[in-house]
């Protein structure tokens, strides 16, 4: 069975800083890219962030371009996110998922990140 | 534009068809996704490539695409179907992934 599990969210005054994890299971980690995925409550799903197979290769939305880092340890079947200089407007659920087939076909439970002072 | 768009309400009565549409112009370039979210619930896949179903998603529900249009075809309503569903894509460059702003069912 294929489990993600994101940890890491919390709490954080604006221009803080905080990384999310996203344990894998269940699957082969190696072999997948891995996104993020963030929604505020009562809204609407968002892209965050991409990474391919093996780490090589990064994508970014505009909003988070320069602040925030995706990064993955195959050896650990582990997803991250490095989230620097947190403003408010990225308070959300964020979510991890397993991209197949163009589709992201199994997704974590999310974590909540809230940015406030 | 890398922006999807999509009706924000549809209803469909129980038993009844309801097609909803997702409107791009990189939907010429790059196929749609469709996820299904339940209140409080994590989003689930329902349908992506052509017109692919993950296991266990029941065959009621199909998908097409025409031009800048992708839509999602739910045959035979249930009331379990009721949900936001949401489309994916991705930009013209093919680098950014696209939500489009979703869609909430209501089963009468």
């Known amino acids: 069975e294929v489990q993600l599990v994101e940890s890491g969210g919390g709490l954080v005054q604006p221009g803080g800083s905080l990384r999310l994890s996203c344990a894998a299971s269940?699957?082969?980690?190696?072999?997948?890219?891995m996104h993020w995925v963030r929604q505020v409550p009562g809204k609407g799903l968002v892209w965050v962030s991409g990474?391919?197979?093996?780490?090589?290769?990064?994508r970014y939305a505009d909003s988070v371009k320069g602040r925030f880092t995706i990064s993955r340890d195959n050896a650990k079947n582990t997803l991250s996110l490095q989230m620097n200089s947190l403003r408010a407007e990225d308070t959300a659920i964020y979510y991890c998922a397993r991209e197949s087939g163009g589709g992201n076909v199994d997704w974590g439970q999310g974590t909540l990140v809230t940015v406030s002072s | 534009s890398s922006d999807l768009t999509q009706d924000p309400v549809e209803s469909v009565a129980l038993g009844q068809t309801v097609r909803l549409t997702c409107l791009g112009d990189?939907?010429?370039?790059?196929?749609a996704s469709w996820y299904q979210q339940r209140p409080g619930q994590a989003p689930v896949l329902v349908l992506y490539g052509q017109n692919r179903r993950p296991s266990g998603i029941p065959d009621r529900f199909s998908g097409s695409t025409s031009g800048n249009t992708a839509s999602l075809t739910i045959t035979g309503a249930q009331a379990e179907d009721e949900a936001d569903y949401y489309c994916?894509?991705?930009?013209?460059?093919?680098?950014?992934?696209?939500f489009g702003p979703g869609t909430k069912v209501s089963v009468l």
């Open positions: 990474i391919n197979s093996d780490g090589s290769s990064t």
């Open positions: 269940g699957f082969s980690f190696s072999g997948y890219w």
């Open positions: 994916k894509s991705r930009d013209f460059s093919g680098h950014h992934h696209v």
């Open positions: 990189s939907l010429r370039k790059y196929a």
